[in-house]
């Protein structure tokens, strides 16, 4: 079931076109890549999906479908412990504290929620986000580069975890420059590249990936 499309998108700053003439959808359940250089418009793309930015063309959701984005850049207002930061995410999207399920994501990546999230090493504060995310429930999570920073623990575990979101019926668009990672987890792999979606890879092998994106670049 398709649960976000967007069609003929164009976004440009100023001179620069960034999205030219972007059509994809998404579906229910599926866990999407999405690869492109630096300053393809990966970003760009989320915020015009989640209507942050003006655009030209159309966004399609159902009323009912909730989106949780989680920034490539983590932000914590001071003074504000782990666990706080948590329950103001849940409290922000109408979602009741589970302290058991926090406690059972958080056994995962043994983060000290006690402490201060602004002091935390910037794998800790991706960890933070993406549990915020993750326990929000959303039917639909943009993660732009959620792992840069981790360490190989933190990666494997935001691995299973999105896995097992997948399994629950939830869909995952993530953003990274790894291929390799993205293959390890993902359904199928965007590759955005002209302003556009280029191809959509997906039953192809990592070579196969890289030996298409060089002939496409």
Known sequence: ??????????????????????????????????VGENGAGKTTLFNCMLGQLNYDGTVERKDDVTIGFMLAESFFYSLITGREHIEFCLKAKGCRIDNAEIQRINEYFELPLNRYASGYSTGMKK??????????????????????????????????????ARDEGRTVIISSHQIASLHEICDKIDFLCNHKIMKRFVDESVEEIEQSILNII
């Open 127 to 164: 960890k933070l986000d993406f549990m915020s995310l993750l326990l929000q429930k959303n039917d639909l999570m943009i993660l732009d580069e959620p792992f840069n920073g981790v360490d190989l623990k933190g990666v494997i575990n935001m691995r299973k975890l999105i896995r097992e």
């Open 1 to 34: 079931m398709e649960i976000l499309k967007a069609e003929n998108i164009y976004k440009r700053f100023g001179e620069v076109a960034v999205l030219d003439d972007l059509s994809v959808s998404y579906e229910k359940g599926q866990i999407y890549g999405l």
